[in-house]
């Protein structure tokens, strides 16, 4: 089974950014698209933001909004979360994960893999 690969994920304070990278065979997965969750403890999964590898299209949940970018490398299979003004409401495991429709792509039920989370904790 193909997998994704995250990376970039830490402590930092507040106020801070840092970026997350995820690796994914996109050709392999037969991806249109890449999407970011993420999951606070005793929380449901929700949605982040997602990309279109073919034109570059973006959208971003409110909470979100004017502080992340994603953004993505085709050459390499890989798309990014830059998070910048980081906020302790921030803190969760974040997941990249692909879908194989451009189709309700702020649902978790659109992805059909999923990469295996890596832990951003913001100090206040």
């Known amino acids: 089974q193909a997998q994704l690969v995250e990376s970039g994920g830490g402590l930092v304070q507040a106020g801070g950014s840092l970026r997350l990278s995820c690796v994914a065979p996109g050709r392999t997965l037969n991806s249109v698209a890449m999407g970011w969750f993420r999951q606070a403890p005793g929380k449901e999964r929700e949605f982040v933001g997602y990309?279109?590898?073919?034109?570059?299209?973006?959208s971003y949940a409110d909470a979100v909004k004017g502080r992340f970018t994603i953004s993505r490398d085709n050459a390499k299979s890989t798309v990014y979360l830059q998070m910048s003004s980081l906020k302790p409401e921030d803190t969760a495991v974040y997941f990249c994960?692909?879908?194989?429709?451009?189709?309700?792509?702020?649902?978790?039920?659109?992805?059909?893999?999923w990469g295996q989370g890596t832990q951003v904790t913001v100090s206040s």
């Open positions: 994960a692909s879908a194989p429709r451009v189709t309700n792509l702020s649902s978790r039920a659109s992805y059909d893999y």
């Open positions: 990309i279109t590898w073919t034109g570059g299209i973006t």
